[in-house]
């Protein structure tokens, strides 16, 4: 079975600072996604990363993909309290399936 | 704007009382999934339809059916709905079951049950 541990689960932080939330799993995925939530809505797809190594960069936003495809980190600079919600990291499994980590929860407080 | 669209936004059912929850969209993917997601938790995958062919996951429980007449609308039925069914849920679709297919996710129908 595949699974996917996000950390951390909760995340509260002030304005300005920086945050990395970490995606693991002991399985390699063809390709892994990101996704942000806010409350009463669907999840919102960010990146996708699909080769070993990639960096993708979505304004103060940083997403890398593990070498090994086994594991992602998303990295946010300088955070806003727009940045607040619940990030999901999903790896792609077979037949399309999406394997959602656990969440986290970001609040970026004024 | 082609959009996946979940009605309704809210709804309030009675324990044990039948409920459906709808889903429309206009990207004409061939794939329909439904979600269940408690609060702060990711979303849990119920089912999918690709086409007209349905595909359970092995721990929904049979309380939870799923109708899709055609390419547009796929409906969620929750038979008996208990406490533990309050929940969002959310409805996405993907052209195909491939690995590089986005899934694209309508804003979700909140359920309450009294």
């Known amino acids: 079975t595949q699974l996917l541990e996000q950390s951390p689960q909760f995340l509260s932080i002030q304005e300005g600072e920086n945050l990395t939330v970490y995606c693991n799993s002991s399985s390699v995925f063809s390709s892994l996604q990101w996704y942000r939530q806010e409350p009463g809505e669907g999840p919102v797809l960010l990146v996708t990363?699909?080769?070993?190594?990639e960096v993708k960069k979505l304004k103060r936003l940083t997403f890398q993909f593990g070498d090994a495809r086994k594991d992602s980190s998303l990295h946010i600079t300088a955070a806003q309290p727009g940045d607040t919600g619940l990030y999901l990291c999903a790896g792609v499994g077979q037949g399309g399936k999406l394997i959602f980590g656990q969440g986290t929860e970001l609040s970026v407080k004024p | 704007d082609a959009m996946v669209i979940q009605n309704p936004r809210y709804q309030v059912t009675q324990f044990g009382k039948p409920v459906t929850l709808s889903c429309s969209q206009t990207?004409?993917?061939?794939?329909m999934y439904w979600y269940q997601q408690k609060s702060s938790q990711a979303p849990k995958l119920l089912f999918h339809?690709?086409?007209?062919?349905?595909?359970n996951e092995a721990d929904t429980p049979d309380n939870f059916q799923s109708r899709r007449p055609n390419t547009s609308f796929c409906f969620l039925d929750i038979r008996s709905p208990g406490l533990g069914d309050a929940a969002m849920y959310l409805c996405?679709?993907?052209?195909?079951?491939?690995?590089?297919?986005?899934?694209?996710f309508g804003p979700g129908t909140r359920l309450l049950v009294l």
């Open positions: 990207l004409n993917h061939n794939v």
């Open positions: 339809y690709y086409d007209k062919d349905f595909n």
């Open positions: 990363v699909v080769t070993g190594g």
């Open positions: 996405a679709t993907s052209l195909a079951r491939l690995a590089k297919e986005t899934q694209y």
